[in-house]
């Protein structure tokens, strides 16, 4: 079983960056995928970025060239460097692993003010 926290929401202006952080409660080297997942008020989740144990990356149209999605093995954590932010990715993100099984994290609100 693993558990992930989210870390590094917060309040942005337009423009600016943030990076988020999930902790993984096991060694994520060997983790098939994890990513992050955002979801708006009244609006369904979505995939955002996702990472593999092989080393490849991949990303929604929206946020291609201006998030990247990253892994430090050794601190078992995944991160998502978010720049250019637009109001429009204002959500709740959200960090999954898939390992055997699903696992969700409780959610960190990102919000980018106009």
């Known amino acids: 079983q693993v558990q992930v926290e989210e870390s590094g929401g917060g309040l942005v202006q337009a423009g600016g960056s943030l990076r988020l952080s999930c902790a993984a409660s096991?060694?994520?080297?060997?983790?098939?995928?994890m990513a992050w997942f955002r979801q708006a008020p009244g609006k369904q989740r979505e995939l955002v970025a996702v990472?593999?144990?092989?080393?490849?990356?991949n990303y929604a149209d929206s946020v291609k060239g201006r998030f990247a999605i990253s892994r430090d093995n050794a601190k078992n954590t995944l991160f998502l460097q978010m720049n250019s932010l637009k109001p429009e990715d204002t959500s709740v993100y959200y960090c999954?692993?898939?390992?055997?099984?699903?696992?969700w994290g409780q959610g960190t609100q990102v919000t980018v003010s106009s």
């Open positions: 990472s593999t144990s092989g080393g490849s990356t």
């Open positions: 096991a060694s994520i080297f060997s983790i098939n995928a």
């Open positions: 999954y692993a898939r390992h055997y099984n699903d696992y």
